[in-house]
């Protein structure tokens, strides 16, 4: 709601003040939690250039005086059977029937091949509810066009106008998007207050953190085979310390070694890119005690999958 609005309808809400839930579905790395790390303006999402970083629906909040969007960032859907990817995929799926608004992000660096006409299938049916954001036109392999031919040929029911070229990254033409879902936007109260821009818990916020440093400092060895676990949060020195024990969980003794690293040198890293990152958020000193442990085979564990992705049904 704006500061100077004066009217009200019967229910409470004034005029033309909006708000949705918009779902944000596209292929792995298309630059979904980047462009809402962006437009939220702080670290709601975490990145990496490791397809699927995201396991569960990552909820950022903006407001602007036309309303407020609550976007779900979901995990990217990848063509796979898999146990682990096919909760992903549930993942996304769950939430396009219950959103507001769909944000489609597609590569535009990337032709678009079996997994793009995968994610076009998957939202047809939402066409009316969606725009498109053409990502990453900042780059030399950019090709736009292509893009768009795709679109009109795959989903022939979202107008051209729906759809925005972007750099998530570089943070080109993201104000359009807004705009776009904001037209397509129902008028609503806002969910959450104006100082919120995620509704993520404390340990959530800190594992993923956690999780995305340890896929850096581990690149292409063992990404998937790891999530965390955080045992102990703590508050200290009167409130302006919050200690956290967390476990870095593999699925086998072989990666242990991997992460700790010679000489302790990699779960070094790992703690200490974590802990600036966390220190840098939180309007606490962060202090990381961080371990590793091994649970084997949890990749084929139903209820852990489902915590972890929050699909626990």
């Known amino acids: 709601m704006t500061e100077n609005a004066e009217q009200y309808t019967d229910d409470g809400t004034s005029p033309g003040t909006k708000a949705a839930v918009a779902v944000i579905i596209g292929r792995p790395s298309s630059g979904k939690s980047t462009f809402l790390n962006t437009v939220c303006g702080e670290k709601v999402s975490i990145v990496s250039e490791t397809p699927q970083t995201t396991r569960n629906a990552v ?19 990848h063509d796979s059977e898999k146990k682990l990817n096919l909760k992903l995929k549930a993942v996304a799926e769950e939430h396009l029937r219950e ?15 079996r997994e793009e ?10 066409s ?5 954001a053409v990502n990453k036109i900042d780059r030399p392999e950019s090709d736009t066009q292509a893009i768009r031919d795709f679109l009109s040929g795959h989903l022939p029911g979202i107008p051209s106008e729906r759809i925005a070229e ?27 207050p104006a100082e919120y821009y995620t ?15 340890a896929i850096r400092a581990t690149r292409d060895e063992i990404p998937h085979a790891l999530y965390v676990e955080i045992s102990d949060l703590e508050q200290r020195r009167n409130g302006k310390e919050l200690w956290v024990r967390a476990f870095l969980v593999v699925e086998r003794e072989s990666q242990k070694g991997i992460v700790i690293g010679k000489g302790a040198s990699v779960i070094k890293e790992i703690r200490t890119s974590a802990q600036k990152e966390l220190n840098r958020i939180f309007p606490w000193y962060v202090s990381l005690d ?17 915590r972890l992705t929050g699909m626990t049904r």
């Open 59 to 77: 909820r950022g909040i903006i407001n602007s005086p036309r309303g407020q969007i609550v976007f779900i960032d979901t995990p990217g859907y």
């Open 99 to 113: 959103a507001d608004a769909l944000l489609y992000i597609i590569d535009s660096s990337r032709v678009p091949g």
């Open 117 to 126: 006409e995968l994610v076009a299938s998957l939202i047809e049916s939402f």
């Open 128 to 132: 009316a509810k969606t725009v498109v």
């Open 166 to 192: 972007i750099s998530a990254e570089k943070n080109i033409h993201t104000e359009s998007v807004i705009s776009l879902l904001f037209d397509i936007a129902p008028e609503g109260e806002p969910l959450y």
């Open 199 to 213: 509704d993520q818990a404390v340990d959530f916020r800190i594992a993923e953190i956690i999780r995305e440093k």
């Open 290 to 306: 961080l371990q590793v442990r091994v649970n084997r085979n949890w990749r084929q564990k139903d209820p852990l999958i489902g």
